[in-house]
Nanobody
Framework: QVQVVESGGGSAQPGGSLRLSCAAS????????MGWYRQAPGKQRELVAT???????NYADSVKGRFTVSRDNAKNTVYLQMNSLRFEDTAVYYC???????????????WGQGTQVTVSA
């Protein structure tokens, strides 16, 4: 069993910053990709940013240049630094970890419970 727990959500004004953290724990042999998705009311969940265990990153066009994803492999933790926040960044942000439970195990995706980010004046 793997637990994925996000923290750091909250409220910010437009132009402000927030930093999200996400830690994975439990029966983990290795983690491949960790990342962030978000879901706004009435919309589908969408990719925000991902990072591999080697440090390769991928961003949605809407957040490029404003958000930065980083990772501490020793702590099985991923971060999302969000700068220059906009109203349209308001959403529930979900973290995922793609985990192997053993050396020959398949990758299994685990999700966190989500953390609310609200951008308002």
């Amino acid at each position: 069993q793997v637990q994925v727990v996000e923290s750091g959500g909250g409220s910010a004004q437009p132009g402000g910053s927030l930093r999200l953290s996400c830690a994975a724990s439990g029966s983990i042999f290795s983690i491949n990709v960790m990342g962030w998705y978000r879901q706004a009311p009435g919309k589908q969940r969408e990719l925000v940013a991902t990072i591999t265990n080697g440090g390769s990153t991928n961003y949605a066009d809407s957040v490029k240049g404003r958000f930065t994803v980083s990772r501490d492999n020793a702590k099985n933790t991923v971060y999302l630094q969000m700068n220059s926040l906009r109203f349209e960044d308001t959403a529930v942000y979900y973290c995922h970890a793609d985990v192997r439970h053993g050396p020959v195990d398949v990758l299994r995706r685990y999700w966190g419970q989500g953390t609310q980010v609200t951008v308002s004046a």
